[in-house]
């Protein structure tokens, strides 16, 4: 099956942008990963995973986002790219655990679309 050339940059458009968004995850997963580390992370080491993954990323060209929750990944990569300029470990050690939390947030709040609780449960089961 042809495509027409408005269909096939539709499609090379939505390819596009899933190929960004595995990207910003995949680069999240990475730093998310050493962070979650309590011994043995350091600033010297972050700023060398940040470095290789921050390469991995200008290979995928940007897209614009949407939803909210790829507009809060987006942000939260941007944050990370931008924390390689801290001077101590104590402002690391924070950054590190604001983070943390917000990669936490991020999956609190995906969690929370996928599975909805049923409102009037135990009413389905009622008897009358």
């Known amino acids: 099956m042809a ?6 940059a539709k499609v ?9 968004i595995r990207a910003l995850e ?12 309590e011994q043995g992370r350091n600033f010297g080491e972050f700023c060398m995973r940040v ?7 200008a290979q995928v060209e940007a897209v614009p986002l949407y939803k909210e929750q790829l507009l809060f990944t987006q942000q939260l990569v941007q944050r990370i790219l931008n924390a390689t300029t801290i001077e101590s470990s104590e402002e690391f050690e924070k950054l590190a655990n604001e983070i943390l939390y917000a990669s936490n947030q991020l999956h609190k709040n995906k969690n929370n679309a996928k599975y909805k609780k049923d409102k009037h449960a135990k009413a389905a089961y009622d008897e009358e």
Request: proline fraction near 3%.
């Open 3 to 8: 495509y027409t050339p408005k269909e096939s």
């Open 12 to 20: 090379g458009d939505e390819l596009k942008r899933i190929r960004y």
């Open 26 to 37: 995949r680069f999240l997963r990475s730093i998310m990963g050493y962070l979650a580390k």
């Open 51 to 57: 470095d290789k993954q921050r390469d991995f990323l």
